[in-house]
């Protein structure tokens, strides 16, 4: 199979707990910024806001998952996710521990409201 065309092709794709963790995050995504547009950018499912703007983006890896947000709000989180791997504005998520649910829900719900009331773009 190419590239997917869709959050759902990419998740069929995928197989055990990436899959498991990817439909996991999803959910959260869609609760979290119900507003935002499913689409696959670079091979991977992201939330685009109604004005086009990429919030973030989820990646399914060997032994983790990622989502990854703008470098401002992971560094607004910095000493919550002290025990993360974490990069420029990326999370990992290792499949072999619990998600971080309530932590990830608000910094999604941050980088909504930074782009809707700051107007911080992607990148």
């Known amino acids: 199979m190419g590239r ?8 069929e794709a995928l197989e055990g707990p990436a899959q498991s963790r990817i439909v996991e995050l999803r959910a959260l995504c ?3 910024a119900p507003d935002a547009a499913e689409a696959i950018k670079w091979g991977s499912p ?17 032994h983790h ?29 290792p499949y072999a521990e619990p998600l971080p649910a309530d932590l990830l829900r608000r910094m999604i719900q941050y980088r909504v409201r ?3 009331d700051h107007g911080v773009m992607w990148r």
Not at 4 to 11: A, C, G, L, W
Not at 46 to 62: C, M, R
Not at 79 to 89: N, P, V
């Open 65 to 93: 998952a990622n989502i990854v947000f703008t470098p401002s709000t992971r560094e607004t989180f910095a000493t919550e996710l002290a025990a993360f791997t974490t990069g420029k504005g990326s999370v990992a998520l």
């Open 30 to 32: 869609q609760e979290s």
């Open 46 to 62: 992201a939330y685009v806001h109604p004005s086009g703007t990429i919030l973030f983006v989820l990646n399914a890896f060997k």
């Open 114 to 116: 930074e782009h809707v």
């Open 4 to 11: 997917p065309t869709s959050v759902d092709e990419y998740i």
